[in-house]
Structure formats: structure tokens, C-alpha cells
């Protein structure tokens, strides 16, 4: 199996890909719906890990540890469902990947960059109108700097979710339909 590029897959290019094309977690990402409630599950998650995680850090709150460590594994299972859903699009090599696969995984990364714009406009609006109200930001520097650089390392995985198109029903094969309708010939 090699690409239009001529660079022979890798065992572990073979097998990155046998693992993001399994099938066992279809069902909890079949739909549109289905996949949206796992990349807002996953927003939540990943949201209340990052403050759970301030909290130890900053906050010097031990409890929050816990609480992080608790969420680490349905975070885990949440991704898994997405990078499911996407046929490991953003995790398996250029290589291994088809041209449409590439030409997603480009529309993907410019929605994603698109997407942090507004984000990184939004964290500067709120910064300079909190330094405009006379509001102390020197302890809110950290945190903030940190959630936007999770936000920017996750954005991409929830814009690839979010964006996933339904797969056609693996029941229906296109050459079988069609000898059944001439009679099979």
C-alpha cells in the first residue's frame, strides 16, 4: 500500500490505521447529533479538567487533583469517539491518507485557525477592557494563556467532529444494488 507520494506506509502507519478505522464505536457516532453531544461532552470535559487542573496549580487545591483524574478517562473515551467518527483524521500521517482525506484534513485545520481567531479576539477584547476597568490582571495572565493554548491544541479534534459528515450504510453496496436491479447480470 503506498500513496501518490510513492513513500511506503510504516508498520506503525498500517497500524495507526487499522486502529482509527475500526468500527466498534459506530453506533456512538452515527448521527450528526450523536457526534455533536460527544464534541460537547468533550468541550465540558476538557473545560472543567483545565479548571480543575488551575485550581491544583494556581489555587494550591489538592481536591481538584482528584477531580481531574476522575475526568481523565471519559475525556479519553470522548476523544477516542471523535477521532473515530473522523477516521483518525488528524491523527494518522499525510501519507496514509487519501486526497480527499488531505483536502479534509486542510478544511479542517483552516476552519480550526478560523475558529481561534475569534477566540484569540475575544481573550484580547476581554484583557484590554478588564485593564480599561482598572481590574488587576496580573494573576489572570496564566490561566488565560492556558486556556487558550488548550482551546488551540483541541480546536482542530472539535471542528473535525463538529464538521464529519453521516457514512453511507455499509449494507448497501453500490455493485450489489445494481446487479439486483438488472436481474443480476
Not at 479519553?76 to 488531505?102: K, P
Amino acid at each position: 500500500m503506498t500513496t501518490s507520494e510513492q513513500r511506503p506506509l510504516t508498520s506503525y502507519d498500517r497500524r495507526m490505521y487499522r486502529l482509527m478505522n475500526r468500527r466498534e464505536a459506530a453506533p456512538l457516532h452515527a448521527t450528526a447529533a450523536r457526534r455533536r453531544a460527544v464534541v460537547c461532552a468533550h468541550i465540558a470535559l476538557t473545560g472543567v479538567s483545565v479548571a480543575a487542573w488551575l485550581c491544583t496549580v494556581v489555587g494550591d487545591r489538592r481536591w481538584a487533583l482528584f477531580a481531574m483524574l476522575g475526568l481523565l478517562l471519559p475525556w479519553c473515551f470522548a476523544t477516542g469517539v471523535i477521532n473515530s467518527s473522523t477516521r483518525g483524521l488528524l491523527e494518522l500521517r499525510v501519507r496514509a491518507l487519501d486526497e480527499r482525506q488531505r483536502a479534509e484534513k486542510n478544511r479542517v485545520a483552516a476552519l480550526a485557525h478560523r475558529a481561534m481567531l475569534w477566540v484569540l479576539l475575544a481573550a484580547t477584547v476581554g484583557s484590554g477592557a478588564a485593564a480599561l476597568a482598572d481590574v488587576e490582571i496580573k494573576g489572570l495572565v496564566f490561566p488565560v494563556l492556558f486556556t487558550v493554548f488548550v482551546v488551540h491544541w483541541l480546536m482542530p479534534l472539535w471542528v473535525a467532529g463538529l464538521t464529519a459528515r453521516d457514512e453511507p450504510d455499509l449494507d448497501d453496496d453500490p455493485v450489489e444494488s445494481a446487479a439486483a436491479a438488472t436481474g443480476g447480470v
